[in-house]
């Protein structure tokens, strides 16, 4: 089994698109669409497996301190695989590499991050307030059951 996480192009956008669909349209993940994703692709992280694109995440730095851990996705048919895990950890070791202080998370997945390192803090307590124009365009405001979970670099 051949694994690679590599740094997308624009062609990779639709697979893209069409892997975190399920995600999107329950609303676990925000939709981005193809021109906010082409304007932050070198935001992002893809792993494939065998060749086939397996998952992606994106690392979007929101201030000189602060970034966030957005849209992690992992096909079901590559779960179990610590392929997530591993998408987390690029994104740590890029925030080391451009020198931020924190790493954001806004996720349903509690027990993942803290395997990872992350720690939860209220959402109140989330620094850099420009995080929550995203949210006004989720399926699910303002009733967010998502937990903020920081990792300290």
């Given at each position: 089994?051949?694994?690679?996480?590599f740094?997308?192009?624009?062609?990779h956008?639709?697979?893209?698109?069409?892997?975190?669909?399920?995600?999107?349209?329950?609303?676990k993940?925000?939709?981005?669409?193809e021109?906010?994703?082409?304007?932050?692709i070198?935001?992002?992280?893809?792993?494939?497996?065998?060749?086939?694109?397996?998952?992606?995440t994106?690392?979007?730095?929101?201030?000189?301190?602060?970034?966030?851990?957005?849209?992690?996705?992992?096909?079901k048919?590559?779960?179990?695989?610590k392929?997530?895990?591993?998408?987390?950890?690029?994104?740590?070791?890029?925030?080391?590499?451009?020198?931020?202080?924190?790493?954001?998370?806004?996720?349903?997945?509690?027990g993942?991050?803290?395997?990872?390192g992350?720690r939860?803090?209220?959402?109140?307590?989330?620094?850099?307030?420009?995080i929550?124009?995203?949210?006004?365009?989720?399926?699910?405001?303002?009733?967010?059951e998502?937990?903020?979970?920081?990792?300290?670099?």
């Amino acid at each position: 089994m051949e694994i690679k996480f590599f740094k997308p192009t624009v062609s990779h956008i639709k697979d893209m698109q069409t892997l975190v669909k399920p995600e999107v349209d329950s609303g676990k993940i925000l939709l981005r669409t193809e021109d906010e994703m082409a304007n932050t692709i070198r935001s992002y992280i893809v792993v494939s497996v065998d060749g086939k694109m397996a998952g992606f995440t994106a690392l979007h730095i929101h201030s000189s301190r602060l970034a966030e851990v957005r849209s992690l996705i992992i096909s079901k048919e590559f779960r179990g695989l610590k392929l997530g895990k591993k998408l987390v950890e690029a994104c740590i070791e890029e925030g080391r590499k451009y020198e931020l202080s924190q790493i954001l998370s806004l996720t349903y997945e509690q027990g993942f991050f803290e395997s990872i390192g992350f720690r939860k803090i209220e959402k109140e307590d989330i620094p850099e307030h420009k995080i929550w124009a995203d949210c006004i365009r989720c399926k699910l405001f303002p009733i967010c059951e998502e937990i903020a979970m920081v990792y300290d670099l």
